[in-house]
């Protein structure tokens, strides 16, 4: 038997077709659903939805004939914004079981690419839990390697935060790599994270910072023997609101002082220079995703102080070739210095 009932398109009304209770995509952007509305109304639905279809008996002894969407959530959405009283559709043939009604609509979404990467984890996570599909099996259903998978589903370990930043745009995928190398240690994994957000850290400068906290994680414990110096460092970090390392040596020491930008700069040193006059801080105007805001350092250090984002996406500095191998061959779990 064909795959789709005589492989014919049918019209089928819009009010008669259930949602997919199994549909991986959670968040739809209005603005592109109205726009998508406006072409379906000028030339209506070009791409037909796919459906499954089943014979339920009435309450009068009667037959009733039912749809269930499996893959064009986006499209009927904007139909009915359109008002469109009719779609085309294919209707598959025989019964979808629900594995199979998910994994149509997980593979229809990572064709279009618009899942995001948390509800493509989330549905590669289903798969998983509910299915019992292994990495390599999913890899191969949507014609990626097991490691892509892999570190997809590995988003999930991140913060409930996080997650949302990435959801929303406000970090990239790139981004989480580093996040993920700190996942335990969930304190400075935090400080990493408003740092991505507040200073648009890059994707390569992030990776920096998590290389040098895990050797400053090293080198601190050559020298627990003098607590005053990690006291210093944690006043100073607070202080100047960004990281302060303090390495004593045989003779002397160093001290390194992280900054981001010129701004970045120009904010901390306004900042020494008024605590030497002995003077109060007045509050730094800090270049923050391409507009200034004023933030005291304390404010800055808060987890619930994220200013407006909308203005500026987030910065992934890598190449598309190293993105791609990135995403199929980065272990956070084999990360060494």
């Known amino acids: 038997m064909s795959q789709f009932y005589n492989n014919a398109i049918f019209w089928v009304e819009v009010e008669k077709i259930r949602p997919n209770p199994f549909q991986p995509r959670k968040e739809f952007d209005e603005a592109k659903l109205a726009d998508l509305a406006k072409s379906i109304r000028q030339y209506g639905v070009i791409q037909p939805l796919t459906v499954s279809r089943k014979e339920v008996e009435r ?27 009719e779609v085309p559709v294919l209707i598959r043939a025989g019964e979808d079981d629900d594995k199979t009604k998910l994994e ?27 299915f019992g599909f292994k990495h390599g099996e999913i890899a191969e259903k949507v014609s990626k390697s097991r490691e892509y998978v892999s570190n997809t589903v590995r988003l999930l370990a991140l913060p409930e935060a996080m997650q949302q930043a990435l959801s ?21 994994q ?20 998590a290389r040098r906290i895990a050797t400053d994680r090293v080198r601190k414990k050559e020298y627990m023997y003098a607590p005053e110096i990690l006291q210093m460092e944690r006043e100073l970090t607070e ?44 509050p730094a105007q800090e270049k923050v995703l391409g507009s200034p805001v004023s933030a005291k350092p304390e404010e800055a250090g808060r987890p619930d102080y994220f200013p407006d984002q909308a203005a500026a996406a987030p910065v992934d500095d890598r190449s598309k070739e190293e993105i791609t191998k990135d995403e199929n061959t980065f272990d956070p779990n084999s990360f060494s210095l």
Do not use: C, W
């Open 104 to 130: 149509l609509a997980i593979i229809e979404n990572l064709q279009r690419e618009d899942l995001n990467p948390i509800d493509r984890a989330k549905a590669f996570d289903q798969l998983i839990k509910k």
């Open 59 to 85: 309450q009068d002894g009667g037959l009733q004939t039912e749809y269930e969407l499996i893959a064009g959530e986006r499209r009927l959405r904007a139909a009915k914004l359109a008002g469109v009283r």
């Open 168 to 188: 929303d745009g406000k970090i990239s995928e790139g981004h989480t790599r580093p996040l993920l190398m700190l996942t335990d240690r969930p304190q400075e």
């Open 239 to 282: 202080a100047l609101g960004t990281r302060v390392v303090i390495e004593p040596k045989e003779n002397g020491g160093k001290l390194s002082i992280d900054f981001m930008s010129e701004e970045d700069l120009r904010v901390i040193f306004n900042q020494l220079a008024a605590k030497m006059q002995n003077n109060q801080p007045q």
């Open 190 to 209: 935090e400080t990493l994270f408003r740092e991505i957000i507040l200073k648009r850290v890059t994707v390569r400068d992030a990776e920096s910072i």
